[in-house]
């Protein structure tokens, strides 16, 4: 009998790892990005796009065509493939609000919306040679079945259809900044823009896009704990690696295995007086001993960004002007953040910021005017974030803050080496830069888990870079 017990224990031991690694001959449908079918990784049953289901689409349609004056109409492009040369694309990002809308991650196609049609997509038509070269693509039936469009054409009918849509509508609104041709230069869209019925779209759109639902709150969240892991990452490694270029790789990769598809934007890799160009993309310098470096980056997860900046000494230890001055922005970043609630606005924390930086530097002797303060800071403290980096850019900022709405919190000073200032002052730049999300009862720091106070930063600098930093920094310096 126990004989028996094991064998049987062997035999389904043996079915399950069979099973296990059991592969099925059925072929998955592929429509050019991911699917549950495709990526049952990354998305469940039901969602369009990782994290934001099929219903989810389907609202945001609903309450853009709510907005929309009567009779009127949305056209939406894709974004167009950008060239690096004459065959070699840039990697493509999808225009946001296409991709709100519809959940198509790829170039080619034209969305339309209204109350009488619906969302109405028309969609590329590759050859069998596009197909060859760049894989397959979503067509008509994706469009259908997929992005649950009611109608769909292939892209060749859009000057017949649209323009017929054009004509009996009494307002076209589209994004001006992302007009496609395809669209645009149809007669019927000339005559009602010289007719002055077409309107931007943006601040539907961007209205929208302001208050994040749970499931996008749950990719920011994801996208912002990515960012902070992997900056971490890059501060234990300055230490042995003092250098902007080699930084800037080491935070992309270290987004990059966590899931991020790309950087928000161009790391900003600043050591030493390089920290004081507040967007220095160049990141081709190495950092001196004793020089701070400002790294302000960034990834995307599924459509949602984060953005980031802390600043630190690779060597380990703040001098104490660095620390008297680092203290400053770092107040300035904890007590505004204080003050971040509904009904606040961005308008009235950067008045606050302002005048706490103001302060600061006129006590330290940096600043002996007021009126000269935006010559060290010409940012706001902040701006809105989610699908881009400069989020809801419609959106102005003197609108109160909503619940659900997520902005940045980013003071700092930026002392060009040539200001009339202590000479022991030029060349210095520091941001330390937070996201925030806007609660019922207040906030919550999406990027908590960053260390930013200066014994924190030092002992993780001291105590927990690799036992080999200084071997690694003997060898890179020779």
């Known amino acids: 009998m126990q004989v028996l017990a094991r064998n049987l224990a062997q035999r389904v031991s043996r079915s399950q790892v069979i099973s296990r690694y059991a592969y099925s ?18 998305m469940s049953e039901g969602e369009v796009t990782p994290g934001i ?37 840039y990697t493509f990002r999808q225009e946001a609000d296409y991709l709100y809308l519809t959940g198509c991650q790829q170039p080619g196609g034209v969305a339309v919306l209204s109350s009488e049609h619906g969302l109405c997509m028309f969609m590329p038509e590759p050859t069998p040679n596009d197909i060859a070269w760049q894989g397959e693509v979503a067509g008509v039936d994706a469009a259908s079945e997929v992005f649950k469009a009611e109608q769909a054409y292939p892209i060749s009918k859009l000057p017949e259809i649209l323009s017929d849509m054009i004509r009996s509508s009494s307002k076209v609104f589209h994004n001006n900044q992302t007009a496609s041709q395809k669209y645009a230069n149809l007669d019927e869209f000339k005559k ?17 896009r ?16 990515i960012a902070c892991q992997g900056l971490l990452k ?4 300055s230490k042995g690696y003092p250098d902007e270029g080699i930084l800037a790789a080491k935070v992309e990769y270290e987004c990059r295995i966590r899931g991020a598809h790309r950087m928000a934007f161009n790391p900003v890799v600043g050591g030493g007086s390089n920290a004081s160009v507040i967007h220095y993309s160049r990141n081709d310098q190495r950092i ?5 470096v400002l790294l302000d980056m960034g990834c995307e997860l599924h459509g949602y960004v984060s953005d980031l900046t802390r600043t630190w000494p690779p060597c380990g230890k703040f001098s104490s002007l660095q620390e008297e001055l680092y203290d400053l922005i770092l107040e300035t970043n904890k007590e505004s953040i204080k003050l971040c609630k509904p009904g606040t606005t961005i308008r009235q924390l950067n008045t606050y910021s302002t005048d706490m930086l103001c302060d600061g530097l006129m006590k330290m002797g940096i600043l002996k005017n007021r009126r ?40 700092g000073v930026y002392i060009p080496s040539s200001f009339n200032c202590p000479e022991r002052f030029q060349g210095i730049g520091i941001r330390i830069e937070d996201e925030v999300l806007i609660t019922e009862t207040g906030y919550e720091v999406l990027t908590g888990s960053m260390p930013k106070e200066i014994k924190h ?22």
């Open 210 to 225: 302001l208050i994040k639902s749970p499931a996008e709150l749950k990719l920011m969240r994801e996208s912002a704990s």
């Open 372 to 411: 000269l303060y935006h010559q060290l800071n010409p940012t706001s403290i902040g701006h809105y974030l989610g699908m881009d980096v400069h989020d809801s850019s419609s959106v102005g900022y003197d609108r109160p803050l909503v619940p659900g709405s997520v902005i940045t919190i980013e003071p």
């Open 25 to 42: 001959t059925q072929r998955v449908r592929d429509i050019g990005q991911p699917t549950p079918a495709s990526h049952p990784h990354l």
């Open 192 to 208: 009602s823009a010289s007719l002055g019925k077409v309107k931007s779209l943006s601040s539907f759109t961007h209205e929208l």
């Open 234 to 237: 890059t501060m234990l490694h």
């Open 53 to 89: 289901r099929v219903e989810e689409y389907i609202s945001r349609r609903k309450k853009l065509a709510e907005l929309l004056p009567q009779n009127s109409l949305a056209i939406v492009s894709s974004a167009p493939v950008k060239m690096m040369t004459d065959v070699v694309p």
């Open 288 to 292: 001196k001993d004793g020089d701070l």
């Open 457 to 478: 930063i030092e002992t993780l600098l001291n105590n927990h870079c690799h036992e080999n930093a200084a071997q690694s920094f003997a060898g890179f310096s020779s």
